[in-house]
């Protein structure tokens, strides 16, 4: 109520149980009865969280040796060289999901409405949206250890398509359906039922929800931050990664979990990091603008935390992080601060 969040959910669990997790108020502003109430069956968007599973799936892929994380670009799809900046001839599949590769950022709608028009089915979109990031300038910050580009990861998810056979969609759903037993969705939940939560911003120093036919579509970055999911399957994905951080194999090895968490400083294959001394945490944050995600692994203290909410106002964050502290002060902080 404080900071004007229609619907929040939170998890806290540890590598073996869900500690705490409740989801509460409205599922937009606008219409508050008993059909709009929060659910646990309520489905949020992850926004950039997205980028976590991405890593997961090419994590399976490269466990199954289809694929490596050195696996350059262009060792599978050398007739395109020609036509791409040589500044990106040696980039690889770990480069583009760690924001390594210096792919322009395209987290901004600015750069998306200048694009040319792509056309057929959205995994031919996103090859073409590669083919233009690739003839483009690299990024320049010769200072900086990685560069963030949402962009990046369209060009890997062609790198999977490639070496599996199968689009981006279907080889997610695969993986986090059939073999994780959790449910996705691609794209805004009322999208795909008016009785799921609307993506909230504001309109006229107003909070106004989205509707379902909202023309802000982010298929070209779907790998990149497009996913749905409830707070119950999302924890359970995330407990997937503690149990791992902390020495147990189950889908991927835990050997994977720590490369996809730590493999890197800062930022490895869809999380970023904070590794040192006693403390070793991995957090990411998500949002498209209209819904907020945040997650907290503490792989010391065996825990982590899921923040998710139907809006992304300042406020909203703010209100999320004051949820973290009061969570953490609970939960953990026996060693890291």
């Known amino acids: ?12 669990v540890s590598s073996d149980k869900i ?46 040796n289809k694929i490596k994380w050195s696996t350059k670009f262009f060792d599978l799809f050398p007739s395109w060289k020609n036509n791409c900046n ?59 250890i990685y560069s963030y580009s949402n962009a990046g990861y369209s060009i890997a998810s062609l790198m999977l398509e490639k070496v599996s ?21 691609f794209g805004w939940p009322n999208k795909h039922n008016i009785n799921q939560p609307f993506g909230h911003w504001v309109e006229n120093d107003t909070l106004k929800p989205n509707p379902p036919d909202i023309e802000y579509n982010l298929s070209l970055g779907e790998p990149a931050g497009d996913i749905s999911i409830t707070l119950p399957d999302y924890s359970k994905f995330i407990q997937l990664n503690l149990q791992g951080l902390l020495g147990k194999d189950n ?16 930022y490895a294959i869809g999380w970023g990091n904070v590794n040192k001394n006693n403390i070793q945490l991995s957090e990411h944050s998500g949002s498209a603008g209209t819904f907020f995600c945040y997650t907290l692994l503490d792989k010391i203290n065996n825990v982590a935390y899921v923040i998710v909410t ?28």
């Open 19 to 64: 500690i705490e997790q409740k989801v509460l108020g409205f599922h937009r502003t606008d219409l508050r009865n008993e059909n709009t109430r929060a659910s646990s069956l309520d489905y949020f968007h992850l926004g950039s969280n997205t980028k976590a599973i991405t890593g997961f799936v090419a994590a399976t892929l490269v466990e199954n």
């Open 165 to 185: 056979g199968k689009s981006w969609e279907q080889l997610t759903h695969q993986i986090m359906s059939k073999t994780l037993n959790v449910k996705i969705v």
């Open 310 to 337: 139907n809006s992304a106002t300042q406020g909203t964050q703010e209100g999320v992080f004051k949820l973290l502290a009061k969570l953490r002060k609970k939960y953990g902080l026996k060693v890291s601060k």
């Open 251 to 266: 889908i991927i090895k835990s050997s994977t979990y720590n490369y996809l968490h730590f493999g890197l400083n800062e």
């Open 86 to 144: 040589p500044s990106y001839y040696d980039i690889t599949l770990a480069d583009l999901l760690s924001h390594r590769a210096k792919i322009q950022p395209y987290t901004s709608g600015l750069e998306y409405q200048k694009l040319p028009k792509f056309s057929g089915d959205k995994s031919e979109q996103r090859r073409q949206f590669s083919k233009y990031l690739l003839s483009e300038e690299p990024v320049k910050n010769t200072d900086k």
């Open 1 to 12: 109520i404080k900071y004007n969040i229609p619907e929040l959910g939170y998890s806290v």
